[in-house]
């Protein structure tokens, strides 16, 4: 017990500081990292099971997290990145894809929802301590997964003409259950790093005015 009275104030500092750190990063720097962060999802795009005419793969659990490690703004951008530079020919997609057939596709609406997902998720803990906590976190990921997966089913509804039926099943209900284990994941790491309004006083991201 004695042991973890000592440590655990060194760690409340330490993910304190983290916060604060990253949050004045330069931009430039802040850059460097959303490119990192791209680079992680594409990693986690070739985590997949070959299901069809959808896989499951890994790349929500990164998305949702690239909110959270670069905030709104700049965890959309790595989104960003990485759908912009499979689009123009990187294989990075899922499978090694890339190129803008894969945009013409049936995955192309989840690739957009993970811009304003890890726009949403980032947004959110950074403007709101008391969302930093596992169950606000799982709600807000969970919430984030949803958005993936809507941008998904209005595209293969009203660009793909699939029927509502076929992408709610193929598109939507097939991920739910991995989905809500990622949402879970996401938070349980998120509430590891992120402080606590209890650690500094009061909301520290909830008067920021610029994206951590």
Not at 85 to 110: D, H, I
Not at 137 to 157: P, T, Y
Not at 171 to 183: E, H, R, S
Request: glycine residues 12%; positive net charge.
């Amino acid at each position: 017990m004695s042991s973890i009275a000592q440590v655990w104030p060194a760690y409340t500092r330490w993910r304190s500081k983290a916060f604060t750190w990253r949050r004045e990063l330069p931009a430039a720097r802040k850059v460097v990292l959303a490119l990192g962060m791209a680079a992680l999802t594409g990693l986690s795009a070739q985590v997949r099971v070959p299901l069809v005419p959808v896989p499951m793969t890994g790349q929500t659990f990164a998305v949702l997290l690239s909110g959270v490690l670069l905030g709104g703004t700049f965890g959309a951008l790595s989104q960003a990145i990485y759908v912009g530079l499979g689009a123009a020919g990187l294989a990075w997609f899922c499978g090694g894809a890339g190129g803008m057939a894969v945009m013409r596709g049936a995955t192309a609406g989840y690739l957009v929802g993970f811009v304003v997902a890890a726009a949403l998720v980032g947004y959110v803990t950074d403007r709101s301590a008391a969302a930093r906590r596992f169950l606000p976190q799982f709600a807000l990921m969970s919430c984030g997964a949803g958005v993936i997966l809507l941008f998904g089913f209005l595209n293969q509804v009203f660009l793909l003409h699939w029927s509502v039926f076929s992408a709610l099943w193929h598109g939507v209900l097939k991920f739910v259950l991995l989905d809500v284990g990622k949402a879970a994941a996401a938070a349980a790491i998120a509430t590891a790093l992120l402080p606590k309004m209890s650690e500094e006083g009061r909301a520290d991201g909830a008067e920021a005015t610029g994206d951590a």
